[in-house]
């Protein structure tokens, strides 16, 4: 199954390859066993042959779309039905320009440095060790650390998110069978009381028996044996089959999602146009985590058969996902209103057996997904710990890691049991920072020994700002929401507000500076000769 194969090559995009900077050192220094080094799923089987045009527009589409859409009306709701959207595009074109600068940069450094193609955290690594500012040629290796930190945050991140998901969507199937048979029995009890015994024979009264009210918590704990047992496979490629089907189940219930909601708009008077700016950061938070495909642009831009038609696929493919998150997010509000959940399918009522359908599988899918975003964290994480440990503790140790990051997760989604929280500070915690944070910088240390436009200058300043920004913000707020998650005090409110509006002042201020920059700026040390 060639295409199946492909596909969970690519679905691995995150591991960088092996070496770089610092590791000639670091091999120097002690001796490792070429058993531990991590195998790179993304490299093996057929990726020297490459993938087509379509391949890769049909992986671009899978590494953005994922459970971070359900939430996207959430997201227009903390932002107003009308600047929700429009700041949704906005946002999306950002982070696709994000994307055109990390490839950009990574094709510079592999012809400056006569490399072979580089992945995420060997671009910031490279471009750091190579800047004309020594600060940054000495902190090279931290910049790979740090993306490779962000990175593991944010996969583990997910996963938390899908415990959550997966225990409040089968918590609604669950209790909603449950009610549909109990509302049968009430009828059919009423029924036998009033018309088919005798009215002057008393009958004792027989009331139903209410459905459980399991605690949230409780169906998080029954999933975690089952995905330390899924996440006990190491070799990805066994699961194409699961992964195929987890893709066409979300598929199935985004569509039967969108044959809903289409049914009725409800009173768009009744919608505010604009939210408070204090729930702004929410927006920002949630938006950002589904943005969550940046990852996958290099490894599939390294592996097309003509690189040159990345960037036109990669525009392709974002401005689908872009579409299709717009529609679904401002449809989902119109329908749901102000009751919109954390997720889209928790609205869903119980009462037709396809909205339960919906639930069933996209939780499938998310279950399947979990095992592919843990994947990196444990290819990052447990190498190093291997190495320190003889030969016949490591793939028992292996496994005891394993399990012991499931249970981090699940501990996380204990913690919080909310799925709009958890995927708002997923969002501005580490989606915000390896999509509109890094890659600003990259372009502007990539580029340090050439002269800058004062526009390139001021544009990656912004957005890196705003990226801060909304990072200090959101997770501010989204903190305070789970301490106060009745209501926020007034001073909370007031500081994201402040925060907020930091962002918008910030933005003015180097669109003013822009204005009086003329002619050719150069960096200070651009005269410097780099190695």
């Known amino acids: 199954m060639p295409s199946q194969q492909l596909d969970m090559e690519v679905m691995t995009p995150l591991i960088e390859n092996p070496g770089g900077v610092g590791q000639e050192e670091e091999n120097s220094e002690e001796d490792q066993d070429p058993e531990l080094l991590p195998v790179r799923h993304y490299e093996l089987g057929n990726s020297h042959q490459g993938i087509t045009f379509t391949q890769a527009l049909i992986h671009l589409l899978k590494g953005n779309i994922g459970t971070g859409l359900l939430g996207l009306p959430l997201a227009v709701r903390n932002a107003g039905v009308i600047v929700g959207p429009l700041c949704l595009v906005l946002m999306g074109v950002v982070c696709v320009h994000c994307m055109h600068i990390l490839v950009n940069c990574s094709h510079h450094l592999c012809k400056r440095l006569k490399r072979p193609p580089l992945g995420y955290s060997d671009?910031?690594?490279?471009?750091?060790?190579?800047?004309?500012?020594?600060?940054?040629?000495?902190?090279?290796?931290?910049?790979?650390?740090?993306?490779?930190?962000?990175?593991?945050?944010?996969?583990?991140?997910?996963?938390?998110?899908?415990?959550?998901?997966?225990?409040?969507?089968?918590?609604?199937?669950?209790?909603?069978?449950?009610?549909?048979?109990?509302?049968?029995?009430?009828?059919?009890?009423?029924?036998?009381?009033?018309?088919?015994?005798?009215?002057?024979?008393?009958?004792?009264?027989?009331?139903?028996?209410?459905?459980?009210?399991?605690?949230?918590?409780?169906?998080?704990?029954?999933?975690?044996?089952?995905?330390?047992?899924?996440?006990?496979?190491?070799?990805?490629?066994?699961?194409?089959?699961?992964?195929?089907?987890?893709?066409?189940?979300?598929?199935?219930?985004?569509?039967?999602?969108?044959?809903?909601?289409?049914?009725?708009?409800?009173?768009?008077?009744?919608?505010?146009?604009?939210?408070?700016?204090?729930?702004?950061?929410?927006?920002?938070?949630?938006?950002?985590?589904?943005?969550?495909?940046?990852?996958?642009?290099?490894?599939?831009?390294?592996?097309?058969?003509?690189?040159?038609?990345?960037?036109?696929?990669?525009?392709?493919?974002?401005?689908?996902?872009?579409?299709?998150?717009?529609?679904?997010?401002?449809?989902?509000?119109?329908?749901?209103?102000?009751?919109?959940?954390?997720?889209?399918?928790?609205?869903?009522?119980?009462?037709?057996?396809?909205?339960?359908?919906?639930?069933?599988?996209?939780?499938?899918?998310?279950?399947?997904?979990?095992?592919?975003?843990?994947?990196?964290?444990?290819?990052?994480?447990?190498?190093?710990?291997?190495?320190?440990?003889?030969?016949?503790?490591?793939?028992?140790?292996?496994?005891?890691?394993?399990?012991?990051?499931?249970?981090?997760?699940?501990?996380?989604?204990?913690?919080?049991?909310?799925?709009?929280?958890?995927?708002?500070?997923?969002?501005?915690?580490?989606?915000?920072?390896?999509?509109?944070v890094f890659p600003p910088l990259v372009e502007l240390i990539t580029f340090s020994d050439r002269p800058l436009k004062p526009a390139m200058l001021v544009k990656d300043l912004v957005i890196a700002v705003v990226g801060f920004i909304g990072f200090l913000a959101g997770t501010y707020v989204t903190l305070a929401e789970i301490v106060s998650p009745e209501e926020p005090p007034e001073v909370i409110r007031e500081a994201a507000q402040n925060l907020t509006v930091a962002a918008a002042t910030a933005v003015a201020g180097a669109l003013g500076m822009s204005d009086e920059l003329g002619g050719n700026w150069t960096t200070p040390t651009a005269a410097v000769t780099l190695g």
């Open 123 to 436: 671009t910031v690594a490279f471009s750091m060790e190579h800047s004309s500012y020594q600060c940054f040629r000495k902190s090279a290796r931290f910049g790979r650390h740090l993306v490779n930190f962000f990175l593991v945050l944010t996969q583990l991140g997910f996963c938390s998110a899908y415990f959550v998901f997966l225990a409040e969507n089968i918590k609604q199937v669950v209790e909603g069978y449950q009610g549909v048979n109990i509302t049968l029995a009430a009828e059919s009890l009423s029924f036998a009381n009033t018309s088919m015994v005798p009215a002057l024979v008393p009958l004792p009264t027989m009331v139903p028996s209410e459905p459980w009210a399991l605690d949230l918590r409780l169906y998080m704990l029954f999933f975690l044996p089952f995905l330390i047992l899924l996440v006990f496979m190491k070799d990805l490629k066994n699961m194409a089959v699961l992964s195929l089907l987890a893709n066409v189940c979300m598929a199935v219930s985004v569509i039967i999602i969108f044959q809903y909601i289409t049914t009725d708009f409800g009173d768009l008077h009744r919608l505010p146009l604009t939210s408070p700016l204090g729930k702004f950061p929410f927006f920002f938070g949630t938006a950002i985590f589904a943005f969550e495909g940046i990852g996958v642009v290099l490894p599939l831009e390294n592996q097309m058969k003509e690189p040159k038609r990345f960037p036109t696929a990669l525009n392709i493919g974002m401005g689908i996902t872009i579409v299709l998150y717009v529609v679904l997010a401002t449809l989902g509000y119109l329908h749901f209103g102000d009751d919109i959940k954390g997720s889209i399918t928790l609205n869903l009522p119980h009462n037709a057996w396809t909205n339960q359908m919906v639930k069933i599988l996209y939780s499938f899918g998310v279950f399947v997904s979990f095992a592919i975003q843990f994947f990196v964290p444990a290819e990052i994480m447990i190498p190093p710990v291997q190495a320190r440990l003889r030969k016949s503790w490591r793939a028992p140790c292996e496994m005891i890691l394993r399990g012991l990051l499931v249970c981090l997760t699940f501990s996380f989604a204990v913690l919080i049991p909310r799925l709009d929280l958890v995927i708002s500070l997923v969002g501005a915690v580490s989606s915000s920072a390896l999509a509109l």
